[in-house]
């Protein structure tokens, strides 16, 4: 069955790293993503990664891929204050054009 | 260049009522995707239009249907408005021949039915 698991929270210290993890069920994801949502605020594409692919950078982000365990990270380096934001994973199965979602993962930063 | 447009930003419905929500995708997309998404979870895929048809659903039962126009806008109505049809509904606008389905979002309308 489809399911995506992500804990309900993080909170990290302002400049430190934060690692918000995922994991999914199916084997046959091909593409998974990882949005924000800030209070009142739609969903913003931070970045996706093709499932052929263990790692993908882009700026403060970097994203792990491991697909024998079905687990999926995202690293923000240099944690400020406008991280604050729920984080939602997401993956695409094979043709299928719907994403499914975990529930997301508040992240909190302290000062 | 516009990003995902929706519009109203807040609605309230009373039970039995019907609603329509409308949605303009970004420039140069062609493909909406529908979703709601309750308080404190994940957002749950409605339905998807593309060269105006229903392209894929997600389990949501007929009370809930949609509409794409030939400028690639979009639809979603909801008849029999029920206390759990209560939620934010999001519209997201991609490129049918882009492979990684990168889908961006608009802002949402807040439903409230009463």
């Known amino acids: 069955g489809e399911d995506v698991e992500q804990s309900l929270f993080l909170s990290v210290r302002e400049g430190d790293s934060s690692v918000i993890n995922c994991t999914y069920t199916d084997s046959s994801s091909t593409y998974l993503y990882w949005y924000k949502q800030e209070p009142g605020a739609g969903l913003q594409l931070l970045t996706y990664i093709f499932s052929n692919m263990d790692m993908k950078q882009d700026q403060r982000l970097t994203v792990l891929l491991n697909k024998k365990d079905k687990h999926l990270s995202l690293r923000i380096a240099d944690t400020q204050t406008g991280d604050s934001a729920i984080y939602f994973c997401a993956e695409k199965m094979g043709s299928n054009y719907q994403l499914i979602w975990g529930a997301g993962t508040k992240l909190i930063i302290k000062p | ?114």
């Open chain 2, 1 to 114: 260049d516009a990003g995902v447009t929706q519009s109203p930003t807040h609605l309230i419905k009373t039970r039995g009522q019907q609603v329509t929500l409308r949605c303009s995708p970004k420039s140069g997309h062609d493909t909406v995707s529908w979703y709601q998404q309750a308080l404190g979870q994940g957002p749950q895929f409605i339905f998807q239009y593309y060269e105006e048809e229903e392209r894929q659903r997600g389990n949501f039962p007929d009370r809930f249907s949609g509409h794409q126009f030939p400028n690639y806008s979009s639809e979603l109505n909801v008849n029999a408005l029920l206390l759990g049809d209560s939620a934010l509904y999001l519209c997201a606008s991609s490129r049918a021949s882009g492979g990684a389905n990168e889908q961006y979002f608009g802002p949402g309308t807040r439903l409230t039915v009463t």
